[in-house]
């Protein structure tokens, strides 16, 4: 990339001159499309980001959010952040996915927190391509491998497979940080003149270089060759010292303000965190430790190189913070100072940067870029088979069990996972505040290729349904919004639609979006991504404990929310997995009235007494979430009205629950949602179905070789 020239003559006209090299490149990354959000910016005021909860909001390395208060008063924050690595992860599907891990701890580290969960929310192309499997298995592989040796365990997330991620794969990366002690939180906004900048962490090297803008341009034919130098190559063993560093750091009361170094290295962190302070800063960079000799200025200033922090120290804490890092074999520099002036950096006795830093990091020009809005499906719905529907749905990858992916992750680290992965949604016991939090993270890439808008609304209301099976409250969420290249009017318009589709049942569930991140230009010879809106939702409750996704064999099987034809309406199956396997088209379902009423009273019917087991109601529809129950001996018995497709409608806003007090679930849906009785469950081992009059019956063994189809595959 190079600078616009539009871009270049408003430099010019602010500088009074020509940018130095080093200035332009500052600028062309720092305005790239991943840093400056300059085509997504003008959506993102859709989003409510404000509750009593939220600490910090949008803006900052990651949001801060309060937990409800415990019994003796105390408080206690957790941060949320979401990250993507796509660009990277489809050059080197390791390092790329492995930096990204990385990079969203860090961010948790800046705001004074120890991380304390990861998920990971993955798409790919078709399972069935070799080039697919190649990326999914490398990006596990390096999601696992800094995940487990940083000590940070990863309990939920998703995994999707699209033909049109082929050229362009989406690693998406959320992390939770606790702040036990509201005292210790920080933010990455520079305080006071005077005070000194301290880089603590890896030497600096030549990786990574211009990774910002890699990550705001499509990717070539030859990618995986000529930007290989743009992607960062990570240590997970200095990530675990930089962590427990970060800790000694805040007990000690050591630092004001801190910035890991990600996007656009040394040159974005310092820049951003000065500019946050209406600040400046004099930065020597001769003085940054160094991997390689003869590193010039520009490479300096915007190497990527990982596992590095910028702290801003006052001039008497300075050698302490040397002490801690040498005590944790981390290198550290005192490379500048904050200032009332510009962001100056010198090299080799030169001025190479002059500028002044709320300039460089906010005065990009936002993009008008037009829209086409997107069609609406006609129907054209096929009826097969329910033997060969049930088989093929339930054998999909996007359907099919994910355990492949989920134990390579050591999900149990930290002793705080009560309820682990393959479940709606994982349940962490966050004992200092005597809370259970319930983390949720996905998309579901059908939805929203079918139907942007309402499938951008079908994904909040998924999430927030997961945490509602296991009892829990949701609380806040950030967002990942990845999209192809916004200069296509049709591309541009299906991410203006899951912006305000996703805000909109974000709104309605009364979930603040605290944070987020944007991925634009995920768009490869292939052609464009679909519009992929990741949420990661986070819910609280009184307890740790949940009701299983598994059938316990000893109660009444209950539907909750819209069946397949109530009201004598016919199933809609736009998006389903059902049509992605035999074709046709149809209009996306409609989500419930009361979305935000059916949460709340999904979440406080799960955590009864009388509850045996819960799950909610999405990928595959009703025919999947059964199959899915079906566990050992436990099995069930059901009765379905409608054709074959009404078993696979995949409406959101539904919950089976199994309990046994059928008619207080009915009276606690009363005038919220529909309750439907769909048969018993019993100790058959198997799933028995009725449908129109016709019964199939699938063995658990059957139904689990159906759903292992990635591990047998893959092994």
Same mark, same amino acid.
């Given at each position: ?104 701890? /860090? ?10 969960? @990861? ?165 020597? @960079? ?40 040498? /005590? ?35 005065g990009a020009p936002m993009n008008d870029l037009p829209t086409e809005p997107q069609p609406t499906a006609e129907r054209d719905l096929p009826d097969a088979d329910l033997d060969a529907a ?66 951008? /609304? ?114 809609? @199956? ?132 159906? /759903? ?8």
């Amino acid at each position: 990339m190079s600078l616009d020239d539009s871009d270049h003559e408003l430099i010019v006209d602010h500088l009074g001159r020509e940018p130095t090299p080093a200035e332009a490149a500052l600028f062309e990354n720092l305005w790239s499309e991943h840093c400056a959000y300059r085509s997504s910016r003008p959506l993102l005021s859709a989003f409510d980001s404000e509750g009593e909860q939220v600490v910090v909001g949008p803006g900052d390395d990651a949001a801060v959010v309060s937990l409800p208060a415990g019994e003796d008063g105390s408080e206690a924050y957790i941060t949320m952040g979401v990250e993507s690595h796509n660009h990277p992860s489809y050059v080197d599907p390791f390092d790329g996915a492995a930096t990204g891990v990385g990079g969203i701890v /860090r961010d948790t580290l800046s705001m004074g927190a120890y991380p304390i969960a @990861l998920a990971d929310s993955l798409y790919f192309g078709d399972f069935d391509r070799e080039h697919s499997r190649y990326l999914f298995e490398g990006v596990v592989e390096g999601i696992s491998h800094y995940g487990n040796c940083i000590g940070v365990p990863t309990v939920t997330g998703s995994v999707a497979f699209h033909d049109d991620y082929e050229g362009n794969p989406l690693v998406n990366v959320a992390c939770i940080g606790l702040i036990d002690d509201p005292d210790r939180m920080v933010t990455a906004e520079a305080q006071q003149p005077g005070n000194k900048l301290v880089l603590v962490g890896n030497a600096t090297g030549r990786d990574g270089l211009g990774g910002a803008s890699f990550a705001s341009e499509d990717l070539s034919e030859d990618a995986e060759t000529e930007d290989r130098p743009a992607v960062q190559v990570g240590d997970p063993y200095t990530e675990k010292l930089l962590i427990e560093a970060s800790e000694r750091l805040l007990d000690e009361d050591l630092i004001e303000s801190a910035r890991d170094l990600g996007a656009a290295g040394l040159g974005g962190a310092s820049s951003e965190m000065v500019a946050k302070g209406g600040l400046g800063a004099d930065i020597e @960079l001769d003085a940054v430790h160094q991997r390689e000799p003869n590193m010039t200025a520009l490479e300096i200033l915007l190497s990527e190189s990982q596992e590095r922090m910028c702290y801003e120290v006052t001039p008497e804490n300075v050698e302490e913070v040397k002490a801690v890092a040498e /005590r944790y074999d981390l290198g550290a520099s005192v490379i500048g100072e904050v200032t009332e002036g510009n962001y100056r950096c010198t090299f080799e006795g030169e001025t190479v940067v002059d500028v002044d830093a709320h300039f460089l990091g906010e005065g990009a020009p936002m993009n008008d870029l037009p829209t086409e809005p997107q069609p609406t499906a006609e129907r054209d719905l096929p009826d097969a088979d329910l033997d060969a529907a049930l088989e093929s749905v339930l054998s999909s990858p996007n359907t099919a069990s994910k355990r492949w992916v989920y134990r390579q992750y050591d999900h149990e680290v930290q002793v705080r996972t009560s309820v682990r992965p393959g479940d709606d949604a994982a349940v962490l016991a966050v004992r200092e505040a005597d809370v259970g939090l319930a983390f949720s993270s996905g998309a579901d890439p059908n939805w929203t290729d079918a139907a942007p808008y309402d499938g951008a /609304r079908a994904v909040a209301l998924e999430n927030a349904t997961n945490l509602a099976a296991k009892g829990a409250v949701p609380h806040a969420a950030v967002d990942c919004l990845n999209g192809g290249n916004p200069e296509k009017p049709d591309v541009y318009g299906g991410f203006s639609d899951i912006v305000d589709g996703l805000a909109e049942m974000c709104r309605r569930l009364d979930v603040p979006v605290v944070g987020g991140n944007v991925s634009l230009y995920n768009d490869s010879p292939s052609g464009p991504i679909p519009p992929t809106p990741t949420l990661a939702v986070v819910g609280t409750k009184d307890s740790y404990d949940a009701p299983p996704l598994s059938l316990s064999g000893e109660g009444d099987i209950l539907l909750v929310g819209e069946g397949p034809v109530a009201g004598g309406r016919e199933a809609r @199956l736009g998006g389903s997995e059902y049509l992605s396997a035999f074709g046709g088209t149809d209009r996306f379902p409609a989500v419930p009235e009361d979305p935000s009423g059916f949460v709340e009273t999904a979440a406080a019917v799960a955590d009864r007494e009388t509850t045996l087991a819960t799950h909610d109601v999405s990928h595959g529809g009703l025919a999947v979430a059964l199959a899915e129950m079906v566990s050992g001996d436990a099995g069930a018995s059901v009765t379905v009205d409608g054709s074959t497709p009404a078993l696979f409608d995949e409406r959101p806003g539904r919950v089976v629950v199994e309990t046994t007090a059928p008619e207080d679930v009915r009276a606690a849906f009363d005038g919220v949602a529909p309750v439907t009785q769909l048969g018993s469950a019993d100790g058959s081992g198997t799933l028995s179905l009725s449908l129109d009059g016709e019964t199939t019956t699938l063995e658990a063994e059957q139904i689990q070789a159906y /759903r292992d189809v990635i591990a047998e595959t893959l092994e």
